[in-house]
């Protein structure tokens, strides 16, 4: 059965990016994208402290979004790779502006990064 989640209808731009992009983990999954297409098992292992449901979950809904793009191999065991799509890719230059903002703001307040994430 197919759960269609109802929003709120946008009340400017800002609330329709945000219903689209935010959350604690659409960004993220987003900029690992960024490097080209992943597997389900390649994503689950990057976006630290997701669990699988959740993972699928958010997987749909940037599908759902137009975001992303999901392929299925028929194979056992089946693949998946999910890719950005041209609007997704459009957001690239304004998640870098955020992540650099982001830095910016840990450096000033001492908040040291993982390491190996940007």
């Given at each position: 059965?197919?759960?269609?989640?109802?929003?709120?209808?946008?009340?400017?731009?800002?609330?329709?990016?945000?219903?689209?992009?935010?959350?604690?983990?659409?960004?993220?999954?987003?900029?690992?994208?960024?490097?080209?297409?992943?597997?389900?098992?390649?994503?689950?292992?990057?976006?630290?402290?997701?669990?699988?449901?959740?993972?699928?979950?958010?997987?749909?809904?940037?599908e759902n979004?137009?975001?992303?793009?999901?392929?299925?191999?028929?194979?056992?065991?089946?693949?998946?790779?999910?890719?950005?799509?041209?609007?997704?890719?459009?957001?690239?230059?304004f998640l870098?502006?955020?992540?650099?903002?982001?830095?910016?703001?840990?450096?000033?307040?001492?908040?040291?990064?993982?390491?190996?994430?940007?």
């Amino acid at each position: 059965m197919d759960k269609k989640v109802k929003r709120q209808a946008p009340k400017c731009g800002i609330d329709y990016a945000f219903q689209r992009i935010g959350g604690k983990y659409k960004g993220r999954i987003l900029w690992r994208l960024r490097v080209g297409t992943l597997r389900y098992g390649e994503l689950r292992k990057t976006v630290i402290g997701i669990t699988s449901k959740m993972l699928t979950q958010t997987l749909r809904e940037l599908e759902n979004d137009g975001l992303i793009s999901r392929k299925v191999y028929v194979e056992v065991p089946p693949r998946v790779e999910y890719t950005l799509t041209d609007t997704g890719k459009g957001l690239l230059p304004f998640l870098s502006v955020l992540r650099d903002w982001a830095k910016e703001q840990m450096l000033i307040n001492h908040i040291e990064a993982m390491p190996g994430r940007s």
